[in-house]
């Protein structure tokens, strides 16, 4: 079993650690690229923006904005592209997202994108919550209470993939179980559809389709409906590129044909 106390130090240094602010040309209050800025190289990427992204895209009704924020920042941290973080970061807060909740979606996303990927975000993200005033105290417990884990469930996972690998990575296969299934997973820090649609979007953003199936069953187990999820891979569709969308789609196809109907 891995050591309670490494991960909570591990998690903690995700809140502490941060390195130089990434350059950009948004502030942290009112972050906004400079339309100058995008005018001088590429008008029509301007009116695609405004009118297609922010004036029709985030006000589709299948997500709410909250979730689309979260589809948003996991896709941008996944892929390491902070130039528009901040700028996200501060349509997320306004949109419902609590500081406690990036914090936990920066900690995730060190597990299922890389530990330099959330670093890079935390350097954006501590500017933006010194720009709200956001103090510790509203950021993510080190080491709250777990929610309860369903033991049937995560023995039959635990045992499936220790047949499949532990005989070739057996380092792996504990610590998905000792520190992602039952300590990661089972913060409640987010909610479990919340926390399982910060991991689809963020296999879906990076191209890992081999993970989705078994990652969208759990998101819509969570409450995620077939109408939200296909709307995640729309809202991706913009963030990780059309390439991306459309390798997961017949993924989530495939998902939604083979799942007992309600």
């Known amino acids: ?13 995700l809140g502490l650690i941060a390195a130089a602010p990434a350059r950009s040309e948004q ?7 400079m339309p100058d800025s995008i005018r001088d190289v590429a008008p029509a990427l301007e009116k695609y923006r ?3 992204v922010l004036g029709d895209l ?6 709410i904005a909250r979730d689309r924020s979260i589809v948003t920042l996991a896709a941008l941290i996944a892929r390491n592209q902070t130039v528009e973080l901040a700028y996200y970061l501060n349509l997320a807060l306004a949109s419902g997202v609590k500081p406690a909740e990036i914090s936990e979606i920066v900690t995730h996303l060190a597990f299922y994108t890389g530990w330099a990927n959330a670093m890079s975000a935390v350097s954006v993200a501590k500017d933006v919550f010194a720009a709200r005033k956001i103090a510790s105290d509203q950021l993510a417990a080190v080491s709250p209470a777990l929610l309860p884990l369903n033991e049937s469930a995560e023995s039959e996972r635990a045992t499936r993939v220790g047949q499949q690998f532990g005989s070739v990575a057996p380092g792996l296969v504990q610590y998905t179980t000792d ?6 997973w089972l913060r409640p820090g987010l909610a479990p559809r919340d926390r399982s649609l910060v991991t689809v979007s ?4 990076t191209g890992q389709v081999a993970q989705i199936t078994y990652h969208l069953n759990r998101a819509m187990d969570n409450g995620l409906t077939q109408e939200q999820a296909g709307e995640v891979v729309t809202q ?3 963030y990780a590129g059309w390439p991306n969308a459309f390798s997961a ?3 989530f196809k495939d998902v939604f044909e083979k799942r007992p109907k309600p």
């Open 1 to 13: 079993m891995f050591p309670v106390r490494r991960m909570t130090i591990a998690i903690a240094a």
């Open 27 to 33: 502030g942290t209050e009112g972050a906004k690229p």
């Open 50 to 52: 405004e009118t297609v």
């Open 58 to 63: 985030w006000k589709r009704p299948q997500l």
């Open 179 to 184: 520190v992602l299934f039952r300590d990661l």
């Open 202 to 205: 963020a296999l879906v953003a």
């Open 236 to 238: 991706l569709a913009f």
């Open 249 to 251: 789609v017949s993924v």
